[in-house]
């Protein structure tokens, strides 16, 4: 079955301190990969996906492949990097499947 | 210019009673899509339509749920005979388009609905 797990339901770090939020799938084929991110009281919207290969508010995710994860990353975490945020995959079927979503908690 | 609006943003309702939920996609994208959201999960999707018909229906959990979108803009989400379970956030997003390469989909606030 296709599922998209973020084994994280939480994660607080320091302001400053390297974030990663995890992600691993389980899918055929080759889906596309995005994060998701929700601000306190703002709508889901896109941060990014891998096929653009950008950054993001300092935020990068690379696809492995071999271990299939997109782990999320930021070298200095700040405060309004507080949110929370889905990993969702795509295998071409123009549906995405979210993971259960991890809440970062940057504290100053 | 305007997102994704989704009516009402709150709907209480008793166990047993029919309700609507309204989304506006972004002017001019084709795609629409509906997803589920329950306490501590993340969306879990329910219909997809690309213009007026629905091109995967296949996340709706059963006949209690329907979906329609009569002239390829605004989509109403139907449950007939709701049940406690039904409750949850309703979000409703829009894409340019539809096709193999996924485009970016954009949310809506989504609608709270409640079954008492």
């Known amino acids: 079955a296709q599922r998209v797990t973020q084994p994280e339901k939480l994660l607080s770090v320091f302001k400053g301190a390297p974030v990663e939020l995890k992600c691993n799938y389980s899918y055929s084929g080759s889906p596309e990969l995005f994060w998701y991110v929700q601000y306190s009281r703002q709508r889901l919207q896109l941060l990014l996906r891998?096929?653009s290969r950008e950054s993001i508010k300092g935020f990068t995710a690379d696809l492995n492949k071999g271990e299939t994860s997109f782990h999320l990353k930021k070298p200095f975490a700040q405060e309004e990097d507080s949110a929370m945020y889905y990993c969702a995959a795509d295998g071409a079927t123009n549906k995405l499947i979210f993971g259960t979503g991890t809440l970062l908690a940057v504290q100053p | 210019g305007a997102g994704v609006s989704q009516t009402p943003s709150n709907k209480v309702t008793e166990k047993g009673k029919y309700v609507e939920l309204r989304c506006d996609p972004i002017s001019g994208h084709t795609a629409l899509y509906w997803y589920r959201q329950s306490l501590g999960q993340g969306p879990e999707f329910l219909i997809y339509?690309?213009?007026?018909?629905?091109?995967?229906d296949s996340g709706l959990p059963n006949d209690r749920f329907f979906a329609v979108r009569p002239e390829g803009s605004v989509s109403t989400l139907k449950i007939q005979r709701t049940e406690r379970g039904d409750s949850a956030v309703y979000l409703c997003?829009?894409?340019?388009?539809?096709?193999?390469?996924?485009?970016?989909?954009?949310f809506g606030p989504g609608t709270r609905l409640t079954v008492l």
């Open positions: 997003a829009s894409s340019l388009n539809g096709g193999a390469v996924a485009n970016e989909q954009f």
């Open positions: 891998h096929i």
């Open positions: 339509f690309q213009g007026t018909g629905a091109a995967d």
